[in-house]
């Protein structure tokens, strides 16, 4: 690549240009605003830590997502181990706030105006975060990335660091605890 077609950073910039975007990128893979927020911010600093190894063949959002998916790896990796699990844990529960539920805030709307259906939706998808928060941490993350996050048995496997038919183990056990909850406290019998 010549010198004329290579690309430049500009840090000053990267708030205003690729924030939002990082942002947004980070939150359907992670579900949880602050940490997606902590992740966008470590990305930039590693950003400008790595400057002197921006070689111009990539553009600037390119190579800053190139740097947040491997913030994002590291965070599953994390969590997955047996210290991160307690840190996670610990870091968590300690302000109570649930804020960024991804699945509390993508519940169905009904699709008209009767009342029950929303409270009733309301309640399914509570009764659904309960017992997805009752699976155990790697069946939840499991399930959350590939269910409702939409990632691909590749993705998952490559940044969990898992095979292919142990994540289907995993998807199945997760899905027959969550059947199993469900039918114990959503139900009628």
């Not at 980070?26 to 927020?37: M, Y």
């Not at 930039?44 to 990539?58: H, S, T």
């Not at 994002?72 to 960024?100: H, L, P, Q, W």
Request: aromatic content about 10%; proline content about 2%; some cysteine.
């Amino acid at each position: 690549m010549d010198i004329e077609n290579k690309h430049i950073l500009s840090p000053d910039k990267w708030i205003d240009l690729h924030a939002d975007y990082l942002f947004n990128y980070t939150i359907a893979r992670v579900s949880k605003s602050e940490i997606a927020k902590d992740l966008v911010q470590e990305t930039f600093l590693a950003g400008l830590k790595a400057m002197k190894n921006f070689e111009g063949k990539a553009s600037e959002r390119t190579w800053l997502i190139a740097i947040l998916k491997r913030k994002i790896i590291d965070y599953y990796r994390k969590i997955n181990s047996t210290k991160g699990k307690a840190e996670v844990r610990m870091n968590f529960y300690s302000d109570g706030e649930n804020e960024g539920d991804w699945l509390e805030e993508r519940v169905p709307q009904t699709w008209g105006s009767d009342a029950d259906k929303g409270i009733e939706n309301e309640e399914l998808g509570a009764a659904l975060e309960a017992c997805i928060e009752k699976l155990p941490e790697k069946y939840s993350l499991v399930f959350r990335m590939k269910t409702l996050q939409d990632f691909e048995t590749d993705e998952i496997c490559k940044e969990l660091e898992i095979t292919p038919s142990n994540l289907w183990v995993i998807i199945h056990r997760a899905r027959t605890q969550l059947r199993k909850c469900m039918e114990d406290n959503w139900f009628i019998k």
